[in-house]
């Protein structure tokens, strides 16, 4: 039977509200786009440090641009309680050693979920190190992304590293839509793309690459 984690999540939420908590979250973020309705929604309950960890993204403008766009939305998104920024090390290389033989497979696949969790796996890490109530990642907002598989490695990671994944799939309630248009509020550049070069390839072959 397929999990509904926006029922898990609410779940949480609802017991970190009965008792009175105000838990640490490190919540990995792939952008700003995306992690806007996240930050607007999991605000509320927790107090949030974003963790900008994204090897995928393998151009150094592109990475440091939408660095600099995360920093940014922080600084002017309303939030109930505080927000903080956490980079993690660029490290196109890493990326590059999970895709060993998989180049050529299509968007959404095993090398994506390689990716899932070669940037889960430096949030747990990040998170246990720092003493983080959660963690979790905006992930699973993008309608390109498999909240069963990121919620599958989350879960995995959880147990090794001995620290609570936040179970989520953001695309739920409207997450998606919310996240466009806080995008056009904030006036937040948005890509097409993932980061990595074979998914700006494949945005250029279908003709989605922005310029």
Excluded: W
Excluded at 16 to 39: E, F, M
Excluded at 73 to 96: A, C, M, R, T, V
Excluded at 140 to 163: C, F, M, R, T, V
Excluded at 202 to 209: H, K, Q, V, W
């Amino acid at each position: 039977m397929k999990e509904n984690y926006q029922i898990i999540l609410n779940k949480t939420l609802e017991n970190i509200i009965r008792d009175g908590l105000k838990p640490q979250l490190l919540l990995h973020a792939c952008c700003a786009p995306c992690s806007s309705y996240v930050l607007e929604y999991l605000s509320e309950y927790f107090e949030i440090t974003v963790f900008f960890y994204n090897p995928n993204i393998t151009e150094r403008e592109e990475y440091d641009k939408r660095a600099e766009e995360i920093k940014r939305l922080i600084s002017e998104l309303p939030h109930k309680n505080q927000i903080h920024l956490l980079y993690g090390k660029y490290d196109p290389e890493s990326f590059f050693e999970i895709s060993k033989g998989l180049e050529n497979l299509p968007e959404g696949g095993e090398r994506c979920f390689g990716c899932y969790r070669l940037r889960l796996n430096e949030a747990a890490i990040a998170a246990k190190a720092g003493g983080f109530d959660y963690f979790t990642t905006t992930l699973s907002i993008s309608p390109h992304k498999n909240a069963g598989k990121l919620n599958e490695i989350g879960k995995e990671l959880s147990e090794k590293y001995d620290i609570p994944y936040l179970f989520s799939d953001f695309k739920k309630k409207n997450g998606y839509k919310r996240s466009c248009e806080l995008s056009a509020v904030y006036g937040l550049y948005r890509q097409s793309y993932c980061g990595c070069i074979f998914s700006k390839a494949a945005a250029a072959a279908d003709g989605r690459l922005l310029t």
